[in-house]
């Protein structure tokens, strides 16, 4: 079946305008996670959803980023006024449930803010 | 809090082999292993629940000493294909369900 997508692949915008980053899950799993990744370094959790409950947003950087999951399903990251330090790799992932089982990973969407 | 993963790279010819550690400062509930080539998403090799329990994956294995809130993945007698970034994520005893990882062992595999 398909596995997790994400879009844009990569992205390449101004300091100051905002981004959207779009991830679409495997069917039928329930948990969504994105992760951050900076060039050679490791997975930074950012923001997980699981079913209808509320997500933990303790990852995220700044308020200027959120993220919301419409139907239980596709998944937006908006980062507004970014800056050059949001340069990173995003990735997402989902899983059949919540954090014990394990998580599939999307492509990741590059983002360079110059 | 970010689990410790040691060595930070490792160096071995095929057929060798290697062991990844991974500790945390906090008690544990599961630890999860990836591996990640350049330029690729992580791929999942394996999850281990409190418990004790040493799993495997072909010739990767690992174990889990809850106790300790360590956990080490054994690599034996490595391929080529087993070079790439392997991560410990760990989950923590409690309300918390997100996954922390570690920042990475680099393994590079010659022939």
């Known amino acids: 079946g398909a596995g997790v997508s994400q879009s844009p692949s990569n992205k390449v915008t101004e300091k100051g305008k905002d981004v959207e980053l779009r991830c679409d899950p495997i069917?039928?799993?329930?948990?969504l996670y994105w992760y951050r990744q900076s060039l050679g370094q490791g997975l930074e959790f950012l923001i997980y959803f699981q079913g209808n409950s509320a997500p933990d947003k303790s990852g995220l950087p700044s308020d200027r980023f959120s993220a919301e999951r419409t139907g239980g399903s596709v998944s937006t990251l908006t980062i507004q006024r970014t800056q050059q330090e949001d340069s990173a790799v995003y990735l997402c992932a989902s899983s059949l449930d919540w954090t014990a089982y394990e998580q599939y990973f999307g492509p990741g969407t590059r983002l360079t803010v110059t | 809090q970010q689990p410790v993963q040691s060595p930070q790279a490792v160096i071995l010819r095929e057929g060798e082999d290697a062991v990844i550690n991974c500790s945390s400062s906090k008690a544990l509930y599961s630890v999860h292993w990836y591996r990640q080539k350049h330029g690729e998403a992580p791929v999942f090799l394996m999850i281990l629940l409190k418990g004790g329990e040493q799993k495997g994956h072909e010739k990767i294995s690992a174990s889990f000493n809850e106790k300790k809130q360590q956990s080490s993945l054994y690599l034996t007698a490595s391929q080529l294909s087993y070079s790439g970034t392997y991560f410990c994520?760990?989950?923590?005893?409690?309300?918390?369900?997100?996954?922390?990882f570690g920042s990475g062992t680099q393994l590079t595999v010659l022939p």
């Open positions: 069917s039928g799993h329930t948990a």
């Open positions: 994520g760990t989950v923590s005893s409690g309300s918390a369900r997100q996954l922390t």
